[in-house]
């Protein structure tokens, strides 16, 4: 029979960030990935201002920085009539707030997750089994005590564990399994994600959302190419695939005229990959011995790209909040409710935020009653330059940021300054 003091199931952002902090405080952490690695395309590659100032006070900020990504330092939205976009959310403007990085790095989450994996092994108490998904939890006397799992060969088995952390995306089988009530609210679009080539004179770092009558979409700048978000009226892929690649490449260039050049790149609808957008929250986070946390315990909206961000943040916060327990052996459910406590305010205000943005500029887009930013926000920012500090800390830093505890930390390493690289996707979603 296999033992770990903690299972974390999921090896995405929040997974590996809570293995290596355990790690750190010398708990023996085993994570398990469904996956033979992390090289999947189209997940959120979103690294905001905290969280790279997490990795900073966990000593890898020097590796992060050396890892191929675009930094957005600025968020505009395009002026009716076809003048210059106008900024409404400006994340230099960070600076003065003592924030050390003041963008949004896009870089490959398979990149983020690699580095994250090669700290945490540096740590001997650590272990990271590839190719072996959690099949369901293990119950005794009313409790969770570890988990089944399968290998990509077949072979099945039983990890025991003290506490089990579920890190499995919003499709969580854990919290399916659960029994644990879910609050779930509408969301009126659903998002597509596709590529199309980026010009080398093209060398902003400004999200640029484009508004167009029934549909919108998202410009992001990656290392090499343009990444779109394509947002549409929720259950709506079927009839979008069925009118085919030739009226999808028209629609594209009537919303983006500046990339009509280069539809042809969509070389199928194959290339173009549907998000089912979600957004909801437990109302519990825990059962005796499994804890739920990022998207798994509060599916986000792709509004704002905030939930890897989140999910980071809620890894942090358990570790913090846990390692105590953990090192004792026993994780009472009155320490694992402490987390949701603890970060249970940032989600619903965020998820707040989020909710407005769909009743006041999605739904209306997607209706055909909103095309063209609203004149006041564009008037008030240009009047007012200082209030795009607001939505660049909304986005870049959030509410209650957390920040990694003593026992992680190691010597912070300032990357040596480096042009800033141009850009590169979820089975989730970026954020827009």
């Not at 960070?94 to 990085?101: D, E, F, N, T």
């Not at 330059?385 to 830093?397: Q, S």
């Not at 912070?412 to 089975?427: I, K, L, M, N, Q």
């Amino acid at each position: 029979m296999e033992r770990t003091t903690c299972c974390v199931v999921g090896g995405g952002p929040a997974g590996m960030v809570l293995g290596l902090l355990l790690a750190r405080a010398g708990i023996r952490v085993t994570v398990l990935e469904k996956h033979a690695d992390f090289l999947r395309d189209f997940r959120g590659d979103t690294v905001h201002p905290s969280t790279l100032d997490l990795l900073d006070d966990l000593g890898l900020g020097e590796r992060v920085a050396a890892l191929p990504q675009c930094r957005i330092t600025e968020v505009a939205l395009p002026t009716p009539g076809g003048g210059p976009p106008q900024v409404v959310g400006d994340l230099a403007r960070l600076a003065r707030l003592g924030v050390r990085h003041p963008y949004i790095a896009m870089m490959p989450q398979w990149d983020l997750l690699d580095l994250l994996a090669d700290a945490a092994r540096a740590e001997p108490s650590f272990t990271l089994r590839t190719s072996t998904a959690a099949t369901g939890a293990l119950r005794e006397n009313g409790r969770v005590t570890g988990v089944r799992y399968r290998t990509a060969d077949g072979a099945s088995g039983i990890l025991r564990a003290e506490l089990t952390v579920a890190c499995d995306g919003r499709h969580s089988l854990l919290r399916s399994g659960s029994g644990l009530a879910v609050r779930e609210f509408g969301v009126p679009f659903d998002a597509w994600w596709f590529r199309l080539p980026r010009r080398p004179d093209e060398t902003g770092a400004m999200l640029t959302p484009r508004l167009g009558t029934g549909r919108f979409a998202v410009v992001i700048p990656r290392e090499g190419y343009l990444q779109i978000a394509y947002l549409g009226r929720k259950g709506s892929d079927a009839a979008l695939r069925a009118r085919g690649i030739e009226a999808f490449r028209a629609d594209v260039a009537e919303l983006i005229p500046d990339c009509a050049d280069r539809v042809g790149a969509i070389g199928s609808m194959d290339d173009v990959k549907h998000l089912d957008v979600r957004l909801n929250r437990l109302r519990r986070w825990h059962v005796d011995g499994l804890l739920f946390i990022g998207d798994a315990a509060h599916a986000m909206s792709p509004i704002g790209g905030v939930g890897i961000n989140l999910a980071v943040q809620d890894a942090v916060a358990a570790a913090r909040l846990l390692a105590p327990a953990l090192r004792r052996g026993s994780v009472p459910g009155a320490e694992l409710a402490r987390v949701r406590r603890r970060r249970l305010l940032p989600t619903v205000l965020v998820q707040g935020v989020q909710r407005i943005m769909h009743r006041l500029v999605a739904a209306p887009a997607l209706d055909g009653t909103l095309t063209a930013p609203p004149a006041a926000v564009l008037g008030l920012m240009r009047r007012v330059p200082a209030l795009r500090i607001v939505p660049a800390y909304l986005v870049g830093v959030g509410p209650l940021p957390e920040r990694a505890p003593a026992f992680a930390r190691r010597p912070v390493r300032t990357p040596s300054p480096r042009s800033a690289p141009a850009a590169t996707g979820a089975d989730d979603g970026d954020g827009v």
